[in-house]
């Protein structure tokens, strides 16, 4: 058991690490820079005492990495999981580096994450190990030092019980610890669509480099959760076809476009999108191999692989998911001139509006939601801009340029800040 463990820890820090190489090897990074940004700045263990409903102590493990602090306080989410692992927070921490850097926001990267299943445990005894968790880090988390945001089965109650402890034990409400937060306590609008409506903004800038239309295009989404219900509004309501969507229970397909506003309430009543009139059943791996212009996976890692990369019809990867993708897979989809939209780009709405709340929040002004709207999609859209013409420049795919950005940024602002002795 453990040994099977830890070979899948090593393969999720793996994939960051093979394709940060490439990208390292292209951009000719000397051994030394190459070490300084491979390795977290911070990894904490922590071990979290609680008293349990039924009186009984119980001790959780967690973790807080703070990968770089280069170009700005670390920022990154903190997950509540049965198989969260040093390894997966590290690489998490590493990766939210790039993600950062991609779109140029002045965060370095972070991961937190505490060994538990939220599903077995009350609100009390999840709200005293999320207290103590932040009373531990009390020297480490702070809106200078190391912003925390939602991940995996935290959310904004969660975020407010964080808020709330920090700011007990430095004795001033210090609204800028978290994003994420609810709208009363310092959240900002535009949050909860941000990396859907991302998703939206470089997708038009994909069908304008290649000369397509809204109205022409199909969309098969994967994953019809946050990510993937979002995106697919905002792109329905922009006018795109909609055709596909499935999510953990199955996938429906209708090749002449799908309402996705009702579809929305079906999902939300059923709970599935399965089922839904008038469109016809497909398995989720089936409904991946459909003909479409737009393939935009919303769900887990590794759904794209050597098995069945070579079976998608897509004219454009838009990966709204975190490494949806297999690294193993990238050649073939780049032999079939698939254009990739990269989720280092494609999914960097949510930290992008993450980072507009923390500066709300320490400028204690609240923006509207078009102000929110319009600055992501500058960002967006500059980001796109500029991984594109790396990408020409440097003879590389979009997803080997994003990285290769990413990292060219971090080594410039720890070149110029120089190695402190
Ligand atoms: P979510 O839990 O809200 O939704 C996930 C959806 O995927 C659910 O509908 C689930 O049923 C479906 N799903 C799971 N396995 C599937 C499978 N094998 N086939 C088809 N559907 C499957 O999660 P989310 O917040 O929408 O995040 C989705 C992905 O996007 C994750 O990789 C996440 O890391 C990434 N991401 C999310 C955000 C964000 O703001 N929420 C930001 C950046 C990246």
């Known amino acids: 058991m453990e040994q099977t463990e830890s070979k899948v820890e090593t393969t999720v820090f793996e994939r960051v690490v093979s394709r940060f190489n490439i990208a390292a090897e292209k951009l000719g990074l000397d051994d030394g820079i190459y070490q300084v ?3 977290p700045d911070r990894e904490i263990g922590l071990a979290i005492p ?9 001790v959780f493990q967690a973790y807080r990495v703070q990968h770089n602090l280069a170009r700005g306080p670390s920022y990154g989410g903190i997950r509540y999981a049965p198989d969260v692992t040093l390894d997966q927070i590290r690489a998490l921490a590493v990766w939210m580096t790039w993600k950062c850097a991609v779109v140029k926001i002045p965060f370095g990267g972070a991961q937190g994450g505490i060994v538990c299943d939220p599903k077995t445990l009350s609100r009390t005894e999840l709200e005293k190990i999320t207290r103590r968790y932040t009373a531990s880090l009390i020297d480490t988390l702070g809106p200078e030092r190391d912003v925390a945001g939602p991940d995996i089965t935290t959310d904004e109650k969660v975020m407010a019980w964080i808020m709330d402890t920090y700011s007990m034990h430095v004795r001033h409400t210090v609204t800028a610890v978290v994003t994420g937060k609810s709208l009363a306590l ?3 609008v535009g949050w909860r669509e941000a990396t859907g409506r991302g998703c939206k903004i470089v997708c038009d800038r994909a069908l304008t480099r290649f000369n397509m239309k809204p109205e022409n295009t199909r969309v098969i989404i994967q994953g019809f959760g946050n990510v993937g219900s979002m995106a697919a509004r905002i792109l329905h309501e922009s006018g795109y076809l909609v ?18 506003t009702q579809l929305i309430a079906h999902a939300e009543e059923a709970k599935t999108v399965v089922g839904f009139p008038d469109t016809d059943a497909i398995s989720g791996a089936e409904l991946l191999q459909q003909p479409c212009e737009i393939l935009l996976p919303a769900a887990t890692e590794n759904q794209i692989t050597i098995h069945n990369a ?3 019809k897509a004219r454009i990867i838009c990966e709204g998911a975190d490494e949806p993708t297999a690294p193993e897979a990238d050649e073939i989809l780049y032999d079939k001139r698939i254009f990739i939209i990269p989720d280092l780009l494609a999914n960097s709405g949510g930290v992008t509006v993450s980072y507009f709340e923390w500066v709300q929040d320490r400028q204690g002004y609240f923006w509207n939601l078009k102000t ?11 980001s796109f801009d500029t991984v594109a013409s790396y990408a020409d420049r440097h003879g590389v ?3 080997i340029a994003a990285y290769m950005l990413a990292i060219d940024r971090v080594a410039y602002a720890t070149r110029a800040r120089g190695i402190y002795a």
């Open 372 to 382: 929110v709207n319009d600055r992501l999609e500058e960002i967006m859209l500059n």
């Open 310 to 312: 070579d079976k998608i």
């Open 186 to 188: 310092g959240g900002t």
């Open 37 to 39: 940004l491979l390795t």
């Open 397 to 399: 795919d979009m997803r």
């Open 243 to 260: 055709v596909g969507a499935s999510d953990i229970t199955g996938g429906i397909y209708d090749p002449w476009g799908i309402d996705v």
């Open 50 to 58: 609680v008293q349990m409903d039924n009186a009984r102590l119980k």
